[in-house]
């Protein structure tokens, strides 16, 4: 097995206390005239139950909430922070910049480039490893991190969804450092880009739901490959929260048995945008399923084309 890329040594996420049942969005909705692909039964048979509400906290807050642990333990172990990547699928038109100003003022005052994306959707995530993959292999300095950020807070009934899926509120942030004991170890992973322009017609959609299992195999088989690993060495598989139907199929199509597919928090959690592969191996450390030692892959789709898949291992 390969030696480590790169370790995520420290990650947070927050998860809002309010939740609202998927009967109840897919209601108001509905009083927008915005009628959802499944109904509320069909989304209950697919996992899905509550999604979790933001009714307190700004975007601002939610991040300060993840961001501000990391940058004191950070701080402490005398680490620098070298760049902020932040990605925020809804909220289209916010300034990273203000929302990072307090922040920075008080626990970074390095002030290192804040890098807002949004072209990858729900498969961000990735695209941050890939990101930083590059940096630790080019000039950076053993006491250098990367920062990767995530916040979704809906303004609205119609920022929960997209006709296909219902979205929830999180936030989660994770520090990306040169390979060192502990921590998740990132072993291998892989981006794919369909390269297909998706605009809304019925049927490229239909085309992006009946093909894209095909594309995530690619990138998990090049991954694995990559890594030297087989199915039978994986403990977990974190994949983005699309639901049980979805996971089935992909189960099938990589030839997984479907109890890898971690889904403990898909009845009271749903959808969270680019939190669900942090917010998964949280849940599933704390829950004593994944352990030291275990390997693990995550998965995520972005709606639009994008794919990524990554190999951990817990240390």
Not at 16 to 43: K, W
């Amino acid at each position: 097995m390969k030696a480590p890329i790169f370790t995520i040594a420290d990650s947070s996420v927050y998860i809002p206390d309010s939740r609202i049942r998927v009967e109840e969005i897919i209601h108001e909705l509905s009083g927008i005239g915005i009628a959802m692909r499944q109904n509320a039964e069909e989304c209950r048979e697919n996992g899905f139950e509550q999604l979790p509400l933001e009714q307190s906290y700004s975007l601002e807050q939610m991040i300060v909430s993840v961001c501000a642990p990391l940058l004191i333990r950070a701080r402490q172990e005398g680490t620098r922070i070298a760049a902020i990547l932040f990605f925020c699928v809804t909220n289209s038109g916010i300034k990273a910049e203000e929302l990072f100003a307090g922040l920075l003022q008080e626990f970074v005052p390095e002030a290192p480039p804040v890098l807002q994306m949004e072209e990858y959707g729900c498969a961000s995530f990735h695209l941050s490893l890939h990101l930083a993959k590059a940096f630790f292999a080019g000039t950076a300095r053993d006491d250098e991190a990367i920062l990767f950020v995530t916040a979704d807070k809906a303004r609205n009934a119609r920022e929960r969804s997209d006709t296909f899926m219902l979205f929830g509120d999180a936030a989660s942030a994770a520090l990306y450092r040169k390979p060192a004991s502990g921590g998740q170890q990132v072993l291998a992973g892989g981006l794919k880009a369909d390269g297909i322009a998706y605009d809304g017609s019925p049927e490229q959609i239909k085309m992006y739901f009946s093909t894209f299992y095909l594309s995530v195999r690619q990138v998990v088989n090049q991954v694995m490959r990559e890594a030297g690993v087989g199915v039978t060495e994986l403990s977990l598989v974190f994949c983005t929260n699309l639901g049980l139907d979805t996971w089935r199929i992909l189960a099938k199509v990589l030839g997984f048995p479907i109890q890898l597919f971690y889904a403990d928090t898909l009845g009271t959690a749903g959808h969270l945008h680019n939190t669900d592969i942090l917010l998964n191996v949280t849940d599933a450390v704390r829950r004593g399923k994944l352990r030291r030692g275990d390997i693990y892959l995550a998965i995520t789709v972005g709606f639009g084309g994008y794919y990524g898949c990554s190999l951990h291992q817990y240390e």
